[in-house]
């Protein structure tokens, strides 16, 4: 199974900051990679789809990018909306669907 | 409205089972693949089951295989996660999720692009 990390684990930012995360494979899954961004006690809600695209709706301050093992998600401006956990999650070898550990993005 | 509502979660003893279910409305269920997703309390999140839109394909993660079973009746528009002999470790949030398959370039990825608010299961004695 393809394993995925994720660093930092977690982020103090203030609002306005440029924040980025950053996720990596156990091994290559060329851009079968997406990002959700979960706020507490809610769902999972999808921000970029394969590497980086950005889903419908999805402010643009939000942008992916990476290919391989490597990749990234930024938040050019943080907002307060913005402080949540995000996760990574591979579609290259499936099943299973396997999601990294989280980041999560608090305020300083 | 767009939507996927969980029911069916609850406290159960360990050993005994749970049928979780998920009613889909706002789109055509049948065209979809389906997955269940849980995250068990303070931790990250793990996928646990799928079913092809046509209900021919099953898997499941290594975790659950032999103990959960994935299910759907189109006529309902409704998903089920059948979960017997459950564990301790088995206490979680279980999301449905819909599985939307799109073709970026050349690259034909799974997104879940819409998921249920979650529900509870706690197995403890």
């Known amino acids: 199974d393809i394993q995925m990390t994720q660093f930092p684990s977690s982020l103090s930012a203030s609002v306005g900051d440029r924040v980025t995360i950053t996720c990596r494979a156990s091994?290559?899954?060329?851009?079968?990679l997406n990002w959700y961004q979960q706020k507490p006690g809610k769902a999972p809600n999808l921000l970029i789809y394969a590497a980086s695209n950005l889903q419908s709706g999805v402010p643009s301050r939000f942008s992916g990018s990476g290919s391989g093992t490597d990749f990234t998600l930024t938040i050019t401006s943080l907002q307060p909306e913005d402080f949540a956990t995000y996760y990574c999650?591979?579609?290259?070898?499936?099943?299973?669907?396997?999601f990294g550990p989280g980041t999560k993005v608090d305020i300083k | 409205q767009v939507q996927l509502v969980e029911s069916g979660g609850g406290v159960v003893q360990p050993g005994r089972s749970l049928r979780l279910s998920c009613a889909a409305s706002?789109?055509?269920?049948?065209?979809?693949?389906m997955h269940w997703v849980r995250q068990a309390p303070g931790k990250g999140l793990e996928w646990v089951a799928a079913?092809?839109?046509?209900?021919?394909?099953?898997f499941s993660a290594d975790s659950v295989k032999g103990r959960f079973t994935v299910s759907r009746d189109d006529s309902k528009n409704t998903l089920y996660l059948q979960m017997n002999s459950l564990r301790p470790e088995d206490t979680a949030v279980y999301y449905c999720?819909?599985?939307?398959?799109?073709?970026?370039?050349?690259?034909?990825?799974?997104?879940?692009?819409?998921w249920g608010q979650g529900t509870l299961v706690s197995v403890s004695s």
């Open positions: 091994q290559s899954i060329s851009t079968y």
């Open positions: 079913i092809s839109f046509d209900g021919s394909e099953k």
């Open positions: 999720a819909r599985g939307f398959r799109m073709t970026v370039k050349v690259v034909v990825i799974t997104l879940f692009d819409l």
């Open positions: 999650e591979q579609s290259y070898s499936t099943p299973p669907f396997t």
């Open positions: 706002g789109f055509t269920f049948s065209s979809y693949n």
